[in-house]
């Protein structure tokens, strides 16, 4: 009954999103679909989960514009059996889509926020997603113990990539993140031999920002912005 009360509002909301160009890939609306948002929202926000607008969560965040979500899903071009880092794990919606794209891969997602990273493995759990770690911590630093990561995805802006998280991405990995400061641009970028090179980079978006802890500040980054 729930899902019927859901499902007109979803298939508006990916009609919009593919006539706007923001989802194109079959899979990742499979993905999607698979995770209703509404099950990831604070339930006051509910009968919003399916517009295309970000929606706030405690501790001052956010779940992701669903447009926004997709956008850097399709761009990471995730392949199953992969393990996957998120920086920032919000309501749990962006690691439950990577979950399903992974299939017997694994997602590693980590946030700052004890009360997120409960909120986030709540919502994996009574969907069944056993295949996502959410981890409490310092996501700058990401997961050095679970290196190296074919994918890593910062869902909170930074000026520029931690280098932790550079160092941490396996060879031919991708990284994608918001990069910038009052308003990013998302920077999607790949790991070679001869060092970090720019994908893809397209400007205005908007994100809350990448907390990092003053010992980090002397660490060597890479500036995004081209």
Same mark, same amino acid.
């Given at each position: 009954?729930?899902? =019927?009360?859901?499902?007109?509002?979803?298939?508006?909301? !990916?009609?919009?999103? &593919?006539?706007? %160009?923001?989802?194109?890939?079959? =899979?990742?609306?499979?993905?999607? @679909?698979?995770?209703?948002?509404?099950?990831?929202?604070? &339930?006051?926000?509910?009968?919003?989960?399916?517009?295309?607008?970000?929606?706030?969560?405690?501790?001052?965040?956010? !779940?992701?514009?669903?447009?926004?979500?997709?956008?850097?899903?399709?761009?990471?071009?995730?392949? $199953?059996?992969?393990?996957?880092?998120?920086? %920032? /794990?919000?309501? %749990?919606?962006?690691?439950? *889509?990577?979950?399903?794209?992974?299939?017997?891969?694994?997602?590693? /997602? *980590?946030? &700052?926020?004890?009360?997120?990273?409960?909120?986030?493995?709540?919502?994996?759990?009574?969907?069944?997603?056993?295949?996502? #770690?959410?981890?409490?911590? #310092? %996501?700058?630093?990401?997961?050095? $113990?679970?290196? +190296?990561?074919? @994918?890593?995805?910062?869902?909170?802006?930074?000026? =520029?990539?931690?280098? +932790?998280?550079?160092?941490?991405?396996?060879?031919?990995?991708?990284?994608?993140?918001?990069?910038?400061?009052?308003?990013? /641009?998302?920077?999607?970028?790949?790991?070679?031999?001869?060092?970090? *090179?720019? *994908?893809?980079?397209?400007?205005?978006?908007?994100?809350?920002?990448?907390?990092?802890?003053?010992?980090?500040?002397?660490?060597?980054?890479?500036?995004?912005?081209?």
């Amino acid at each position: 009954m729930e899902n =019927k009360k859901y499902q007109s509002k979803e298939d508006k909301l !990916i009609k919009t999103m &593919r006539n706007s %160009g923001f989802l194109n890939d079959d =899979k990742v609306e499979l993905a999607i @679909r698979k995770n209703p948002r509404h099950k990831f929202v604070p &339930r006051s926000f509910q009968d919003m989960a399916y517009e295309d607008i970000p929606i706030s969560l405690m501790e001052n965040q956010t !779940i992701s514009q669903p447009s926004v979500v997709s956008r850097m899903t399709e761009w990471l071009d995730v392949i $199953e059996g992969q393990k996957i880092l998120e920086v %920032g /794990s919000g309501s %749990g919606w962006q690691s439950a *889509i990577l979950s399903c794209l992974v299939a017997h891969g694994k997602v590693f /997602s *980590i946030d &700052r926020h004890s009360k997120l990273v409960k909120f986030a493995k709540e919502n994996l759990n009574k969907l069944g997603i056993c295949n996502v #770690d959410v981890i409490l911590g #310092d %996501g700058s630093l990401g997961i050095l $113990e679970e290196s +190296p990561f074919d @994918r890593i995805i910062i869902t909170a802006a930074c000026k =520029k990539v931690p280098s +932790p998280l550079l160092e941490q991405l396996s060879l031919d990995g991708l990284l994608i993140a918001p990069v910038g400061e009052h308003v990013q /641009s998302l920077i999607l970028f790949k790991k070679t031999l001869q060092g970090i *090179i720019e *994908i893809k980079n397209q400007p205005g978006y908007t994100f809350v920002p990448l907390f990092e802890k003053s010992n980090n500040e002397g660490n060597d980054t890479i500036n995004g912005n081209s």
